[in-house]
C-alpha cells in the first residue's frame, strides 16, 4: 500500500502564490509516476500536473502551464505543486495521485482512472 497525505492548501488572494506537499509512505514503485489532480463543485476532478519518479519528466494541463510547477525531493519521498499568479478558476480540492505506470510519448493526459492511489485532498481558494 501506498500512503498520500496533502497538505498546504489554504486561501490566498488571486495572483499570490501556494506551495502544496504530498508526503508518500509506504510500498513504493520504480519508475512510478505522481501527480496533482484538482476538482471543483459540481466539475469533473481534472487533471494538473505529472511527473516520473526517475528522470522527473513533467507535464501540466494547458491551464496551468508556466504558472505551475510540480517538483518532487526523492529522498524525503514528497511532492510538490508550486502554485505562482493564482486565478480564481484554480479553486478547487487539490489531490495527490500516485500510478505505477509510465508514460511514453511527449503527449499525457490522464484521467483519475489512470491512477491507482490517492490522497485526501487540500482545499484551495483563491479570492477575486
Known amino acids: 500500500q501506498v500512503q498520500l497525505v496533502e497538505s498546504g492548501g489554504g486561501l490566498v488572494q488571486a495572483g499570490g502564490s501556494l506551495r502544496l506537499s504530498c508526503a508518500a509512505s509506504?510500498?513504493?514503485?520504480?519508475?512510478?509516476?505522481m501527480g496533482w489532480f484538482r476538482q471543483a463543485p459540481g466539475k469533473e476532478r481534472e487533471f494538473v500536473a505529472a511527473?516520473?519518479?526517475?528522470?522527473?519528466?513533467?507535464y501540466y494541463a494547458d491551464s496551468v502551464v508556466g504558472r505551475f510547477t510540480i517538483s518532487r525531493d526523492t529522498a524525503k519521498n514528497i511532492l510538490y505543486l508550486q502554485m505562482n499568479n493564482l486565478k480564481p478558476e484554480d479553486t478547487a480540492v487539490y489531490y495527490c495521485a500516485a500510478t505505477p505506470r509510465l508514460p511514453s510519448g511527449t503527449y499525457y493526459y490522464p484521467g483519475p482512472s489512470d491512477f491507482d492511489y490517492w490522497g485526501q485532498g487540500t482545499q484551495v481558494t483563491v479570492s477575486s
Open positions: 511527473i516520473t519518479r526517475i528522470g522527473s519528466t513533467t
Open positions: 509506504g510500498r513504493t514503485f520504480s519508475g512510478s509516476t
